[in-house]
């Protein structure tokens, strides 16, 4: 990972600041993490829990599992077992409250087909196996309970291929047509219709176009409008309207501050005159529960960032939190707890893998500054 050790001075010392900025728009602290880890996932259980699974130290996957439970304020191992290490999957809540873990990080040369479905009560996992085993993919939720698997790396290359989870099975089955051109590092969006949003990650003549999933035939339809950039380790985040914002990433040559909406009523992508307040990817983007995004942290201008920033739709804006979190982070996860709160997970600094977490209090439109204009 690189180093800025000098700033990073800066970051140590509002570590150990008490928690002053936990009014609106500030962090405060809540327990640490049992283990170091970044590569993770954060997923919402419900009633103030969230299901933290896997990920890496500096080098080395993780089978451990941890809980965190709001109302506690603590993290604790999750009862479990029976889950392989890895790093760079994905975790989707399916519809029954279970988990299903896909593919996933093991070393240089070795992606994970191994996938696990955790109950949320725990016990011993159940297993299936990918068709391809697979990292830094993507995996939507569909509006029939199944899940898409889209792309990633095979531990030599991007893939095409993309499958199916049925949870009534418990299988995967690959679609009728692999995707248009390989894709890692990208995103995948549900719309309201069911259909599904692919886009970044790819290289060369197919990095600018992106696809559309259609469930009913099991293949995706190239959008014939170009996005504005290359993108790969960008956010994309469907917003109350339908549009999608893509926000930031890695482009051609340079982290990017750019930002662009998709409207699938028109199948076009609008470059936004805005630009973010700084230069991101490895970032996360959190829809809340007013219509905004929260963007934090990430890899920008050279450092690992600590700072935050909020998308309005209503103005098409975005604007910079009052305070920075309490660490620099990537490779994070940020997972939102009801309509106020969201919890900020683990990730990576300019020197060290994190097992500090803290909350974010999401502000109101128009306190401290937190409007368009």
């Not at 500030?26 to 993490?33: V, Y």
């Not at 199944?146 to 690959?174: I, K, M």
Request: charged fraction near 20%.
């Amino acid at each position: 990972m690189p180093n800025r050790i000098p700033r990073n001075l800066f970051f140590l010392t509002l570590a150990l600041l008490p928690a002053s900025c936990s009014g609106e728009g500030g962090f405060s602290r809540t327990a640490d993490l049992t283990t170091p880890r970044h590569g993770h996932t954060a997923t919402a259980l419900g009633k103030g829990r969230v299901l933290v699974v896997g990920g890496l130290t500096k080098t080395s996957p993780l089978a451990s599992m941890e809980l965190y439970d709001l109302s506690k304020g603590s993290f604790v191992l999750f009862p479990s077992a029976g889950i392989r290490a890895r790093g760079w999957h994905i975790a989707t809540r399916l519809e029954d409250g279970r988990v299903l873990v896909t593919g996933g990080w093991l070393n240089t040369s070795t992606a994970l087909r191994e996938s696990a479905l955790i109950s949320p009560g725990g016990g011993r996992t159940e297993t299936a196996l990918l068709q391809r085993g697979r990292y830094d993919h993507a995996a939507t939720l569909l509006k029939n309970g199944n899940v898409l698997v889209t792309g990633g790396n095979d531990g030599h290359r991007a893939l095409r291929a993309a499958e199916v989870f049925s949870p009534e099975t418990g299988a995967f089955s690959l679609t009728a047509r692999p995707m248009l051109v390989p894709r890692q590092q990208h995103t995948s969006t549900l719309f309201e219709d069911g259909k599904v949003l692919i886009i970044g990650g790819a290289r060369d003549k197919g990095a600018r176009f992106a696809e559309i999933y259609h469930p009913s035939g099991m293949r995706t339809r190239l959008v014939r409008t170009p996005t504005f950039a290359e993108r790969r380790r960008h956010t994309a985040t469907r917003l109350r309207d339908g549009r999608v914002l893509i926000a930031g990433g890695l482009g051609a040559e340079r982290t990017l501050r750019s930002a662009e909406l998709f409207d699938p009523a028109r199948s076009t992508f609008t470059l936004l005159k805005a630009k973010m307040r700084e230069p991101r990817q490895q970032h996360t983007a959190t829809l809340l529960a007013d219509g905004r995004v929260l963007l934090l942290g990430g890899w920008g201008s050279g450092i690992t960032l600590a700072s935050g920033e909020i998308f309005d739709p209503d103005g098409s804006c975005f604007y910079s939190l009052p305070s920075a979190m309490r660490y620099e982070r990537r490779f994070h996860s940020a997972t939102p707890l009801g309509e106020r709160r969201v919890l900020i997970v683990g990730g990576a600094s300019g020197i060290e893998v994190l097992s500090a977490a803290e909350l974010f209090s999401v502000p109101e439109r128009g306190k401290s500054g937190m409007k368009c204009g």
